[in-house]
């Protein structure tokens, strides 16, 4: 046979015994259907050996292969031994049988089917299982009998969806979840998306489509094999509200009358949970999600949190307040209906951001305990890129100009001669107002101030402050710029010397021997504890912390921390490790285990800055780790 005629051999091979019409494999080998024809006799006469096989032709509804597994396993290995299959494509076609299939497949019939010894599909289906428990199925292996998955089938679709994530190492040019349907499927249920989006003048992300496209092919597939969704009635009667439900009803007109299917309810009530969970451009507009309660309740406590923890001020903008309203509403409808995502940038964004990921995580347990809303850490390193560019926007406006206040004591008309000087030589500032002392302290209350310039002298403030004469004269101008060098200067020190203010000797800890992440937290959580430094429960919370999301940050390092709530010093603990070990997706070498207190979040930015700098330089970690004792260590590091 030739290579068009083995592809259409196997198509009726795995479509297991379901009928096929001549149009549709006409389509999927992109020849004329009467080459298909030809090629079915060609398959006919190769076939003649195998007792069971049998080609059946139904008038105006298709073709079918009926075959017992024991000869298609045959098949397989006579007819298409010329095409070995990769360690990824068999674990990717051997969890989409096991999840289609209502039937236990043995090792046998894997080893046969994909010419592999048993031991080896016996660590591919351990691979599987761990990957299906994700979606909370059960790959049950039965003794004598084969494997089969147990689970419901809204779980197992949502894992058919994600078949691509089995492989860690997937590139973008394979389409294994696309792979499984005819291209005629494809765009034509492309169209009606397309369609359902003109008539209803609402526009899907490029993501979402995607998404809806997957499903709805896997819910037209999982149709013809008789395995429905069942949807409680109490959610229907929920669902039928949301003008998603006009455009379900509308979208399941136009494939049932393309595909000549019949949909129950049940599978309107299921697509409509997807449009429902579908981000739109745009939707920040909508009025229906501005006055949604529960999703205004979120963003305001996920700000407020944030602002607390990080000191920027992101309730001042409003593009971050408009992208959260899109993503969250989103984001509690995917929890809401059961439909994981998992974020392919989630490595790169914990490396890149560690210090905003790890706040996010922590305003997320205020958010979850506040309203019960439990946000995975692939969801939650979207929000720290919102809360991120939010950052970056704010420093930037506020990096443009330094914000000073004049304090004179000559009248209006010197303050504002005073005023125009120092904007003419120093275009980076900005003067917020020219005051008297005696309403000093009120804009210096307001906060948002970097410097005080005064024509008299001053005590008792807060920000730094320079004294000049009213006229601003060559030697004013010195001065000025000494005292602005000294501020720079001063800034860039402290970030430098964020972790010698929190790290102390009697709190790091050489040649750690322990097995497991947790054991690390837990000794390092007692030694803060017996310094008095943390509350005894401090231990616990950092523990929950690290189920959620791994605290690694790539180089060797990792930064785990517990609740800020429960720190009564802020300070930093340290574990250089006997033997690397195994951080979530990384190998750790050096544990920083941060304690810091809601009132000391200054220094946790700081402080995480230079350890970030320390996790990108290979030389410096490895020095750290070289230390013989704990006064080395503290050398090398500051």
Known sequence: MNDRQKELLRTLLIQNDQTLTIMHLANQLECAEKTVRNDLKKIESALTDYQSAKITRQPGIGITLEINDEDRTAVFKQMLAAEPKSHEDRLVEMAYQLLVHDRPTTLQQFSKAFFVPKQTVKKELASIANWLSDYQLELVSKPRVGNIVEGDELHKRSALAHLSELISSVTTDKTYVMDLFYPYEITTVQRALDELQQQYAIAFTDGAIESLLVHALIMMKRTRQKSPVTVPSIEKETVIQHREYTYAVSFFSYLEDMFKLSFSEDERIYFTWHLISSKKKGDSRDDSLLENRFLSEVIESLITRLRDLTLFSFDSDDMLKSGLTVHIHSVINRLKYGFPITNPLLPEIKKMYPYMFNMVMLALTDIKE??????????????????????????????????????????????????????????????????????????????????VISTIDLSNIQVPYVKVTPLLESKDKQKLNQFLSAIEHKKQESKKTGLSSLIRGDLVQLQMDKDHPFQVIEQLGNVLYEKGIVEKSFSHSAVLRERRSATSIGGGVAIPHGNPKQVLQSAIAVALLKEPMKWGDERVSIVFMLAISDNDQKWNRTAVSHIVQLSESPAAVSRLLDAKDVQSFLNRLY
Not at 377 to 406: G, T
Not at 419 to 433: F, L, N, R, S, T
């Open 370 to 451: 506040k309203h019960h809303l439990e946000v995975p850490e692939d969801e939650a390193a979207y929000l720290v890129l919102h809360f991120q560019a939010s950052v970056e926007r704010l420093e930037s406006s506020r990096e443009q100009k330094r914000r000073a206040l004049i304090v004179c004591h000559m009248g209006v008309g010197m303050s504002h001669l005073l005023q125009a000087k120092i904007e003419q030589h120093y275009q980076d500032m900005e003067i917020v107002a020219c005051v008297g002392k005696a309403d000093l302290n009120t804009y210096l209350n307001q906060g948002n101030i970097d410097l």
